[in-house]
């Protein structure tokens, strides 16, 4: 469960640097009043974990990784 959440909050992080690269537009400053707002600032905190977090996949065994699955 926490990879999925992990995987979805990278997934809007990387969607909003794309948006940024792109188009010099901030979607979660937008969306929540300005990019210092404490919102704003949540969710960059909350991708920048999700991040930490996912690197960890990058170090289990293929057979954790099928035993989590088989879980599910």
């Known amino acids: 469960m926490w ?3 992990a995987l979805i909050l990278l997934i ?3 969607i909003n640097w794309g948006l ?3 188009f010099e537009f901030d979607m979660v400053a937008w969306l929540f009043g300005g990019a210092d707002s404490v ?3 949540a969710v960059y905190i909350l991708v920048a ?3 930490v977090w996912c690197i960890s996949l990058l170090f ?3 057979e954790e990784l099928a035993v989590q699955n ?3």
């Open 3 to 5: 990879d999925k959440i």
């Open 12 to 14: 809007i992080g990387g």
């Open 20 to 22: 940024v690269g792109i």
């Open 39 to 41: 919102i704003s600032r």
């Open 49 to 51: 974990i999700s991040a």
């Open 60 to 62: 289990r065994k293929d």
């Open 70 to 72: 088989i879980d599910r």
